[in-house]
């Protein structure tokens, strides 16, 4: 597009020429001076365009040059962290436990739980914070042990004070073994499919 513009403005250029030798022809300029005269403009034009022309195409060449190097560095820096997201999307997170405490109280293994593992567990029953569903426990575990009514423990309408009650009265009974089987056997009657019954199981 540019050069046709260039090549227009030349023969424009050319045209003005030809018709200044045409009137100066008329008005006495011989056929041959006329002749000699737009060579001569043609010469110094080109003699003093040429140049600049040179010069264009030059900066023309830097500057797409200068793009090229300009872009090479961001296609470069594009291709090295694209493979780092591949990776980061295929890197596994790690996750903790679901109920903090509870998964530790369970590597313990059986018969090496203490008071504070079992409490843990018991803790996270669901319905751990309703009194009648504490109160069902004790009663389950009092029938288990074959006890004139429930298994002994003061009630606290704190749960977490009722239940620390509850695991301390099983750690005094004088057979510590069987209440913590009654524990597992109340808890598995009245919560069967709760993960916390399970982790009792495994931890008594």
Do not use: C
């Amino acid at each position: 597009m540019l050069r046709r513009v260039r090549w227009g403005r030349w023969i424009l250029v050319l045209l003005a020429l030809v018709a200044v030798v045409v009137i100066l022809w008329h008005y006495g300029l011989t056929k041959g001076s006329a002749i000699a005269t737009i060579g001569a403009f043609v010469v110094a034009l080109f003699v003093v365009v040429q140049p600049r022309l040179g010069l264009r195409d030059k900066q023309v060449k830097r500057q797409v040059g200068t793009a090229q190097e300009r872009q090479a560095p961001e296609n470069e820096q594009t291709a090295t962290v694209e493979p780092g997201n591949q990776l980061a999307e295929q890197a596994t997170p790690l996750t903790a436990p679901e109920r903090p405490g509870v998964a530790t109280a369970v590597a313990h293994g059986a018969g090496t739980a203490t008071k504070a593992d079992v409490e843990q567990v018991l803790l996270h029953f669901s319905d751990i914070g309703d009194p009648d569903f504490r109160l069902q426990l004790l009663q389950a575990m009092g029938e288990y042990l074959e006890l004139n009514g429930s298994f002994p423990v003061a009630y606290s309408a704190l749960a977490q004070d009722h239940v620390f009650a509850i695991v301390r009265a099983i750690w005094t009974f004088h057979d510590p073994q069987k209440a913590r089987a009654a524990l597992i056997s109340a808890a598995e009657r009245l919560r069967p499919y709760e993960a916390a019954t399970a982790q009792l199981r495994e931890l008594l």
